[in-house]
């Protein structure tokens, strides 16, 4: 007589526990990269108002760096509370360290009108902010 199969889902597929020693990302983790990008997005909408001499976007582009700091400070916030000693892994606070760094280099650089470096810095800074959401929203594991 056969034996009677059951209906398991494959290991990777959707709603599956991760494999052992991985984790996923939190929601929570995905939602501050969201919000990371999204203000690294709007700064450079106003970096360009700055650049075609709009008379508000020095303004603007001051108020924006300062909600881009506030971003990834929450992302980083959002790292630490998933890694919580014995919880995620701690790859996810050594992904999001790197913005807190870039962060704070563009504040000079742009203190300091050094365009040459500011502008390609925001670039690369919005492309890892994308490519950290991408690699959280597919479901990659930390």
């Known amino acids: 007589m056969p034996t009677p199969r059951t209906l398991a889902p494959p290991p990777d597929s959707v709603g599956s526990p991760p494999a052992a020693g991985r984790h996923r990302v939190p929601w929570f983790m995905r939602i501050t990269l969201l919000l990371q990008s999204a ?18 976007g020095r303004t603007l582009h001051a108020g924006m760096a300062q909600a881009v700091l506030g971003a990834v400070l929450l992302n980083l916030l959002a790292a630490v509370l998933a ?40 670039v690369l800074m919005f492309g890892a902010s994308v490519m950290l959401l991408m690699q959280a929203r597919g479901g990659e594991t930390a």
């Open 39 to 56: 203000a690294i997005l709007a700064q450079a909408v106003t970096a360009g108002l700055l650049l075609a001499s709009v008379p508000i």
């Open 83 to 122: 890694w919580r000693p014995g919880g995620g892994s701690p790859r996810l606070i050594l992904k999001s360290t790197p913005m807190l760094v870039f962060t704070a280099l563009q504040a000079v650089l742009g203190a300091a009108h050094v365009r040459e470096v500011h502008v390609p810095l925001g």
